[in-house]
């Protein structure tokens, strides 16, 4: 049997926020990761272009063998992951997996507030889809779910505003308008990975009584848990600790803004799709 590295896949760096806790939870696993920063950001794209680019990356993923991608952007997981388990995978290889992040939030979320009131934030390609929206009502019909997109905050993180004093007012506006919606929420799901980069900024502006909640810990719980259940696919991926890095853009522009995200330095490689 071969042995091949686990799949993380984002249109930018963001993804490296999700690879960092899975890398954290499971250490002893081979990653490959790819960043399409060439063609970021997918949040504004359409369906059509944003499932084009993902399955396009996500071939490339098997072409190097692996058997099991992790889909670590919320755009992608919304518009294109339905639609390549359902309907690609079966044609390109029907033993490899293609998981997202917004199911393993939503299956967990209800157990994150207390009052049932939940607020999402996201890029307006995710809140659009109103993919957890649909997610959470499968698991709980019970809890009232509202939505703001950020559309600015991703460049405030790409362009290393994220800590400066003009991202306040972005920051404030947002989670302002989040809360006039439901004033009972009392958990706020950070459902894009650029945002926990904002986590300091976020916790200025939200009451004490709200938690605020980044999706890593959770994706590499979900991850592991999911190779516990399936150790077929457990035993088909390589485990000597190695982290390999692509990006479609420019290299030490991604190296520079990644280690930021990764928390260490990253040397990534130059890919042509």
């Known amino acids: 049997m071969q042995h091949q590295p686990i799949g993380i896949f984002d249109s930018g760096y963001g993804g490296l926020t ?13 990653y490959v990761y790819l960043g399409d920063n060439a063609r970021a ?8 272009t944003v499932y084009a680019y993902t399955l396009q990356c996500v071939k490339w993923f098997f072409e190097q063998g692996c058997p099991l991608v992790i889909l670590a952007c919320n755009t992608a997981s919304a518009k294109a992951l339905r639609t390549i388990q359902q309907h690609d995978l079966a044609g390109i290889d029907p033993d490899k ?8 939030t939503s299956e967990i979320i209800g ?18 889809s109103n993919s957890y929206l649909i997610e959470i009502e499968k698991f709980y019909q019970n ?27 972005f920051v404030k506006k947002h989670i302002d308008q ?7 929420i009392d958990a706020i799901l950070l459902a894009c990975t650029h945002y926990p980069l904002l986590m300091d900024k976020i916790m200025q502006f939200v009451p004490k009584s709200v938690s605020v909640i980044s999706q890593g810990h959770i994706v590499a719980e979900s991850l ?16 000597k600790g190695k982290r390999s890095f692509y990006t479609t853009g420019e290299v030490s522009d991604f190296n520079n803004h990644a280690s930021v995200f990764f928390g260490s ?3 990534a490689e130059r890919l042509v799709l």
């Open 178 to 184: 989040l809360l006039e919606k439901d004033a009972e």
């Open 41 to 48: 950001p997918y949040g504004t794209r359409s369906y059509e």
């Open 143 to 169: 809890i009232k779910v509202s939505q703001e997109a950020c559309p600015i905050w991703v460049p405030l993180v790409e362009y290393n505003e994220y800590t400066s004093p003009g991202a306040d007012y």
């Open 97 to 104: 997996r293609v998981l997202g992040v917004i199911r393993p």
């Open 18 to 30: 999700i690879m960092k806790e899975i890398v954290n939870q499971l250490p002893g696993y081979d």
């Open 265 to 267: 330095a990253v040397e």
């Open 224 to 239: 592991r848990n999911y190779l516990q259940r399936h150790p077929e696919m457990a035993e088909r991926c390589s485990k």
């Open 111 to 128: 157990q994150l507030t207390q009052s049932g009131h939940v607020g999402i934030m996201g890029t307006t390609g995710t809140i659009q």
